[in-house]
C-alpha cells in the first residue's frame, strides 16, 4: 500500500511538472523569435537614420562601398527573385512528378527504396550544392552557351532547384498520400485511368498540401545562402538577363559578415535592413501556405 501510494504521489507531481516544463520549452522559440525580431528592427532603424526609406524601396543601384554610397535594394531584389523563379521552374516539375510516382504507381517496396534515397538530398551541405554549380554545372551551361559568364543566375537556381526538390516531392507525397483509396477505386470504378486519377483526383484533393510543400520550398529558395555566394557571383543588377553575375541578398550579407566594413558604419547597419527585408518575403511565403492549407483544406 505505502509502495502503491507513492507511486501514485510520483505520478500526480510529474503531471502537475511536465506542463510547466513543456511550457516553459514552449516559450523558448518564442522568445528566441521576439529576440531576432527586436535586434533586426533596432539596428534597421539606426540604418533608416543615415539613408531614407524612399531611397532603398526603390533606388535602382546598390553600390554600398562607393562614395557616396547607394542603396537601392531593388538590384538586390531582382537576383534574388530571378534566382528562386529558376529554382521553381526547376522543382515544382519534378517534385510533383516524383510525387505523383511514389504515391500513384510505386510498389511499397520502390517507395521504401527510393524516398530515403531522394531525402538525403536534403541532407547535404549547401555549401557542397554551391562548389558543384560552380564547378560542373556552370561549364556544362558554358559549353551550351558560349556567352554565359562563369558567375551567373542560372547555375545557382538550378542546383537550389535540385535542392528543394526533396522537400516538394516529399511533402507532395505525404499529401497525395492521405487521399482515401475510396476516391481511387471509385474514379476508376467509373472507367477513369491511372493517369486521369492520379491529375483530376487526387491532385485536387491534397492541392493544399501541395501548394503548402510548393510554399516551403520557395521560402527556402529565398533565403538560400551559400550556393549563390559561390556560384552567383557579387554584382547587383537590376535585370532579367540570367547570364551575368548577380547577387542575392543573402549573398550580400555573406559579403559584408567576412569584415568588408567596421562597426557602426552604415554599410554595417544595412546588412540588418536586408535581412529584416528578406524576412518580411518569408514571412509573407509562410503566411501564404497557411492560408492556402487553411483555404482549400480537405476534409476526409
Do not use: H
Not at 521504401?112 to 556544362?140: D, H, N, Q, W
Not at 516529399?170 to 477505386?185: G, H, I, K, T
Not at 527556402?220 to 551575368?244: K, Q
Amino acid at each position: 500500500m505505502i509502495v502503491e501510494k507513492r507511486k501514485k504521489r510520483k505520478a500526480f507531481s510529474m503531471d502537475r511538472i511536465m506542463p510547466v516544463v513543456l511550457l516553459l520549452t514552449a516559450c523558448v522559440s518564442v522568445l528566441t523569435t521576439l529576440g531576432i525580431l527586436f535586434t533586426l528592427l533596432f539596428e534597421t532603424f539606426s540604418f533608416f537614420e543615415r539613408v531614407s526609406i524612399g531611397e532603398f524601396l526603390t533606388g535602382q543601384k546598390w553600390y554600398p562601398f562607393s562614395d557616396p554610397g547607394s542603396f537601392g535594394i531593388l538590384p538586390l531584389i531582382s537576383g534574388t527573385l530571378k534566382v528562386t523563379l529558376i529554382a521553381v521552374i526547376v522543382a515544382v516539375p519534378i517534385g510533383l512528378a516524383t510525387a505523383i510516382f511514389l504515391s500513384e504507381y510505386a510498389s511499397d517496396r520502390t517507395r521504401r527504396i527510393i524516398k530515403p534515397i531522394m531525402e538525403v538530398l536534403a541532407g547535404v551541405p549547401t555549401i557542397v550544392y554551391g562548389f558543384f554549380a560552380l564547378t560542373f554545372v556552370t561549364p556544362i551551361l558554358r559549353e551550351l552557351f558560349p556567352s554565359i559568364e562563369i558567375f551567373n543566375a542560372l547555375s545557382p537556381g538550378i542546383v537550389i532547384g535540385i535542392m528543394i526538390t526533396p522537400t516538394i516531392a516529399s511533402l507532395s507525397e505525404d499529401a497525395m498520400s492521405s487521399v482515401p483509396q475510396a476516391m481511387r477505386e471509385g474514379a476508376l470504378g467509373l472507367g477513369s485511368t491511372k493517369l486521369e486519377v492520379a491529375f483530376k483526383i487526387v491532385l485536387p484533393a491534397a492541392i493544399s498540401g501541395i501548394v503548402a510543400s510548393i510554399v516551403l520550398g520557395v521560402s527556402r529558395a529565398i533565403g538560400e545562402t551559400m550556393i549563390v555566394a559561390v556560384a552567383g557571383g557579387s554584382t547587383p543588377n537590376l535585370s532579367l538577363d540570367i547570364t551575368s553575375s548577380i547577387q542575392t541578398m543573402t549573398a550580400y550579407i555573406v559579403q559584408v559578415s567576412q569584415g568588408d566594413a567596421g562597426y557602426g558604419t552604415t554599410i554595417y547597419y544595412s546588412i540588418y535592413a536586408v535581412g529584416f527585408t528578406l524576412f518580411l518575403f518569408t514571412l509573407v511565403m509562410n503566411l501564404l501556405a497557411q492560408y492556402v492549407s487553411r483555404r482549400y483544406k480537405e476534409e476526409y
